[in-house]
């Protein structure tokens, strides 16, 4: 078997394995756009070889313009589906109006020009670029790259420069059989190992943002969408370590709706529902960012408050007890819902959350026994 076939074999064998892959990845693990945007892309791959395979077999200029398209295609496919995944704004006529003047470009270079330089450089130019774009569409905002972002950037990167590089061999060509040792030698040599590299790496990502999601799920409560009691405890470790190493104040805050069982009773496990998603998204918006909110069973929730002492989180709560009886909910009554909150600093002799929860409750017990609707602060150890 010649080098040529044994190099279009593997290429379409990892297109196919890829398809696969990525469709069962899809149907089976939340079926996200992106993932199915990259299953097309090596898709129209599986085609594109098989064209590419046909093409050179048969010296057809016709199956190599549809090579070209499909090149084209499945490029700009893995970039929409990388700006799909990054939640970047996307607009399709933005990939779809340059591809199909390259296309054109491409078609008329290898039917009427019959232009070998202008071949060999159109599509790897294009592609290069596309794929330079997706690296950068893959970058996140406010966070760093995980491992398996880190390796599909790299093999993006590394993608788009082969392909620059074959766009600038490209130019060596003389004729139909001068100057092309080059542009073969680094499609040969460099090509399949890069493209089957940037198939695994996607599948990586893949397979962390799918660890992530679990990840997510396991710390993070269903109904309220806040951190769960697993995921504040985790959270207050850190929280907890970062305030005694620096010696800076830590609160917390244990708050809960009063009379929710009878809510409940009267207007039906929806307006509860209700009650408990619109009351948490009420502590998300008076916290800041870094605080930490979460759901710690039935209606009670806990907040820890970074950098704020006892009063100071206090002068917090207040403003969201005033807040409450004016939640506007679907199937609430307007004024049906009030709040009681008992609030606790850190003291020297606390090591977990639980220290600081046990004189939370106390004071929440407190303010309950008070008349509720209250903030209440817990007397601090002597």
């Avoid at 774009?133 to 995980?146: D, E, N, Q």
């Avoid at 190992?193 to 198939?199: K, Q, S």
Wanted: charged letters at 15%; hydrophobic letters at 50%; aromatic letters at 6%.
């Amino acid at each position: 078997m010649s080098g040529p076939a044994i190099l279009l074999s593997l290429l379409f064998g990892t297109a196919a394995v890829m398809t696969v892959a990525l469709a069962i990845a899809w149907a089976h693990f939340g079926r996200r756009k992106h993932v199915l945007t990259w299953t097309a892309s090596y898709g129209v791959g599986v085609l594109q070889w098989l064209a590419n395979a046909a093409g050179f077999f048969l010296q057809s200029p016709a199956l190599y313009i549809v090579t070209g398209i499909g090149l084209i295609t499945s490029g700009s496919l893995l970039a929409i589906g990388i700006r799909q995944r990054s939640g970047r704004p996307l607009h399709v006529a933005a990939f779809a109006i340059p591809a199909a003047v390259v296309s054109l470009m491409m078609a008329l270079a290898i039917g009427s020009l019959g232009n070998q330089i202008m071949q060999g450089m159109i599509i790897p130019t294009y592609v290069g670029t596309l794929l330079l774009v997706s690296a950068k569409s893959l970058w996140p905002r406010g966070r760093p790259l995980t491992p398996p972002e880190k390796a599909l950037f790299a093999c993006l990167v590394v993608f788009a420069l082969c392909q620059l590089a074959l766009a600038i061999s490209a130019t060596f060509i003389r004729s139909p059989t001068e100057g092309k040792e080059l542009y073969r030698s680094i499609l040969g040599l460099f090509m399949p190992t890069i493209y089957v590299g940037t198939a695994v790496s996607a599948v990586l990502v893949v397979a962390g943002d799918l660890a992530q999601q679990l990840r997510s799920q396991m710390r993070h409560d269903p109904l309220t969408e806040v951190l769960n009691r697993r995921g504040l405890e985790e959270a207050a470790a850190t929280a907890i370590a970062q305030a005694r190493r620096h010696d800076r104040p830590l609160a917390l805050v244990i708050c809960d709706l009063d009379g929710f069982k009878a809510l409940n009773d009267d207007f039906g496990h929806i307006a509860g529902d209700q009650a408990l998603k619109g009351f948490a998204r009420l502590l998300i918006l008076a916290v800041r960012r870094g605080d930490i909110v979460g759901r710690m069973g039935g209606d009670e929730f806990g907040l820890l408050l970074q950098d704020s002492d006892a009063q100071a989180a206090a002068d917090v709560m207040e403003r969201v007890r005033l807040e409450v009886a004016h939640l506007a909910l679907p199937r609430v009554p307007d004024g049906a819902l009030r709040a009681s909150f008992g609030v606790a600093a850190l003291q020297p002799t606390d090591r977990t959350l639980e220290d600081m929860v046990h004189r939370a409750d106390e004071a929440l017990y407190a303010a309950k026994k008070d008349g509720k609707n209250r903030v209440s602060i817990a007397r601090a150890i002597a």
